[in-house]
């Protein structure tokens, strides 16, 4: 006798969905703000200024000017010292009590008498000046408490997301058995 025995076995359909965690976060801020300072500089290169002008002055090397005026000051001091000088002899020649005075006004005049002294030069001294710097000025920017200083602050933020795991079980073909009689498969007339 023939029997035919076909069995289809079961098969699952498992799918998983795995779980998910995303954090998300955003840091902290904090954005200062504020008035650059300012510093003006200015500087000039140091010059030193001699001026000689009085030394050469005093050794007799001076401008046109300054010699017009003191050779006229001289030249009144000299016709003032003649006229005193003829005023002077003119008063002697004019005293007749007196013996002749006009040998002794020609002795003076013929050998006059020179003073001799020892001297130097220069007499005045250089001035001295000199000019440039530095000159610094320092703008001021305070302003109040924070002094021009301005913050903003962000706080930060932390963001979770989940998602949890999954396991879908479903039959993607169910078991079955399956018989049947095939009759006899000897020959029996062999």
Avoid: W
């Amino acid at each position: 006798m023939g029997l035919e025995i076909n069995r289809i076995p079961a098969r699952l359909n498992i799918e998983t969905t795995h779980s998910n965690l995303s954090i998300q976060n955003r840091k902290a801020k904090l954005e200062l703000s504020h008035k650059e300072a300012k510093v003006d500089v200015r500087t000039e290169l140091p010059r030193v200024v001699i001026d000689q002008y009085e030394c050469f002055a005093t050794s007799g090397l001076m401008g046109p000017i300054d010699l017009t005026r003191q050779e006229g000051q001289r030249g009144i001091q000299q016709a003032l010292t003649y006229a005193s000088k003829v005023a002077g002899d003119g008063d002697s020649i004019a005293a007749i009590e007196n013996p002749d005075p006009i040998p002794g006004i020609v002795e003076r005049d013929a050998f006059p008498e020179h003073e001799f002294g020892l001297d130097y030069m220069p007499k005045a001294r250089p001035k001295i000046t000199v000019t440039g710097g530095v000159q610094i000025n320092a703008e001021r920017n305070a302003e109040g408490a924070n002094n021009g200083v301005q913050g903003t602050y962000t706080p930060a933020a932390i963001s979770f997301n989940y998602t949890p795991a999954q396991v879908r079980i479903s039959m993607a073909q169910y078991p079955s058995i399956s018989m049947r009689y095939t009759g006899s498969r000897f020959d029996k007339f062999v």
